[in-house]
């Protein structure tokens, strides 16, 4: 399976070609990709004065700015969180995802993951057990990322030039 982790903000312009993209990917690879959309503390994501939500996040900014590294620009997205030969960045322009997507999928993985979740409304708590079972040796350090997103959000983003009030925003 496959990890996309998109930065996109709800004045970016060029994010719900972005958006598209990422949506084109996971109907091709049912149950295979999954994504987050990531809003950084910048001006892309500033909201609009009439919104009910600020998506912006500090961890966002922080992965981008410090973790990733940001070529300058959004969307852009970490497949897998890999480096990918050749390039210069994690993070990676909406015309590479499709194929870096497929080239992951097509790759042997040396942990296979799996979840499972509880979630306890009287509380307002969910429990997540993640278990690894790795198929390989693996030598460099791992860590885990347990991200929970929501959809189907509506409110303002730029597409273009027009702003479009009514903007069905997923996996935020």
């Given at each position: ?6 930065f ?9 070609q972005?958006h ?29 004065s009439?919104?009910?939500?600020d ?8 992965l ?22 050749g ?5 990676l ?9 497929a ?15 509880n ?9 997540v057990?993640a ?13 885990l990322?347990i ?15 027009d ?10």
């Open positions: 399976n496959v990890v996309i982790e998109e996109t903000g709800v004045r970016c312009p060029n994010c719900p972005g598209d993209i990422i949506a084109n990917i996971k109907a091709a690879n049912p149950n295979r990709v999954f994504s987050v959309s990531l809003h950084p503390q910048n001006s892309l994501g500033a909201p609009y009439y919104s009910a939500h998506f912006r996040t500090a961890i966002a900014t922080d981008m700015m410090n973790y990733f590294g940001w070529p300058g620009f959004e969307p852009v997205a970490a497949i897998d969180r890999k480096l990918f030969s390039e210069t960045y994690i993070l322009d909406k015309s590479a995802w499709t194929t870096k997507v080239a992951e999928l097509a790759a042997t993985t040396p942990v296979n993951l799996s979840l499972s979740s979630f306890d409304s009287t509380n307002n708590e969910v429990t057990v278990e690894l079972h790795y198929t390989q040796n693996v030598t460099e350090e791992n860590k990322t991200l929970i997103a929501e959809s189907d959000i509506v409110t303002a983003q730029l597409d273009g030039a702003v479009d009030t009514f903007y069905n925003h997923k996996d935020v």
